[in-house]
């Protein structure tokens, strides 16, 4: 399965099954994803300093991104 953060926006059902998803990478949870990809085995998220802050480029008007490889899971929150 791949999910984009577009993909999210333009589909109210695909983002209620998604809502309060987890996504991890070799088991290890990461935040502010942009792309998921099982298939392929990568997401890409916005990158971070270490202070937690999002990682800016040198004019400074965009948000940098780094891609992860490895498997791809999605923890779906438990439906009531």
């Known amino acids: 399965m791949r999910v984009t953060v577009d993909d ?3 589909d109210p059902e695909l983002q209620r099954k998604f809502q309060g ?3 991890l990478v070799d088991g ?4 502010h994803v942009i792309v998921a990809d ?3 085995g990568y997401i ?3 990158k ?7 990682a800016l480029n040198k004019k400074r008007d965009q948000t940098l991104t780094e ?8 923890m779906f929150r438990e439906q009531s």
């Open 8 to 10: 999210l926006t333009s």
């Open 21 to 23: 998803v987890r996504v």
């Open 28 to 31: 290890i949870q990461h935040n």
């Open 38 to 40: 099982q298939e392929q």
């Open 44 to 46: 890409e998220k916005h």
């Open 48 to 54: 971070q300093n270490a202070d937690g802050s999002f």
């Open 67 to 74: 891609i992860i490889k490895g498997k791809v899971e999605f």
